[in-house]
């Protein structure tokens, strides 16, 4: 008899608070900042190839946080496929109750430039405003609490 055996050919960087897929020209990373707020970087290109699995990995982390950073800073090229996602996550968000904001490259600038006119969707000018904006929405955000029969309270 054979003994088989599996081997690992190559160590995963990825820890047990950080994950990190790559699709076509882009890398996904996602890692928790607190309790309640995710942080989402990408870096390289958001085109037709990965447009939707962008959105989806976006989707699958944002689950488990109230607050999401979405951190395109490095991306490079941001086809329409890209605002499509943006779109995809708006809904997202504003179904699950999370609360988001966008620090953006120059492409992914332009793009919503075009795209997004009125300027609905949450784009930061850096990083700090971006913070800033999830605080202050957290703070405004009345904790609910069970109060027997009469139901939901805000607290």
Same mark, same amino acid.
Request: aromatic share 8%; glycine share 6%.
């Given at each position: 008899?054979? $003994?088989?055996? #599996?081997?690992?050919?190559?160590?995963?960087?990825?820890? $047990?608070?950080?994950?990190?897929? *790559?699709?076509?020209? $882009?890398?996904?990373? $996602? %890692?928790?900042?607190?309790?309640?707020? @995710? !942080?989402?970087?990408? @870096?390289? +290109?958001?085109?037709?190839?990965? =447009?939707?699995?962008?959105?989806?990995?976006? +989707?699958?982390? !944002?689950?488990?946080? *109230?607050?999401?950073?979405?951190?395109?800073?490095?991306?490079?090229?941001?086809?329409?496929? =890209?605002? #499509?996602?943006?779109?995809?996550?708006?809904?997202?968000?504003?179904?699950?109750?999370?609360?988001?904001?966008?620090? !953006?490259?120059?492409?992914?600038?332009?793009?919503?430039?075009?795209?997004?006119?009125?300027? +609905?969707?949450?784009?930061?000018?850096?990083?700090?405003? !971006?913070? +800033?904006?999830?605080? %202050?929405?957290?703070?405004?955000?009345?904790?609910?609490?069970?109060?027997?029969?009469? =139901?939901?309270? #805000?607290?």
């Amino acid at each position: 008899m054979v $003994a088989i055996k #599996t081997e690992r050919i190559f160590s995963s960087p990825i820890s $047990a608070d950080h994950d990190e897929m *790559r699709c076509g020209a $882009a890398v996904f990373s $996602a %890692r928790p900042c607190s309790d309640h707020r @995710l !942080a989402v970087a990408v @870096l390289g +290109e958001v085109d037709a190839v990965n =447009g939707r699995d962008f959105a989806r990995y976006v +989707e699958r982390h !944002a689950r488990i946080s *109230r607050q999401l950073v979405l951190d395109l800073r490095a991306v490079d090229f941001f086809g329409s496929q =890209g605002f #499509t996602a943006l779109f995809y996550i708006s809904v997202h968000c504003a179904r699950s109750d999370v609360d988001w904001a966008i620090v !953006a490259s120059p492409p992914v600038r332009r793009l919503l430039a075009i795209c997004d006119p009125q300027s +609905e969707l949450p784009l930061a000018d850096d990083l700090a405003s !971006a913070l +800033e904006r999830l605080d %202050r929405l957290a703070h405004r955000r009345a904790p609910l609490v069970w109060s027997g029969r009469s =139901g939901w309270r #805000t607290g």
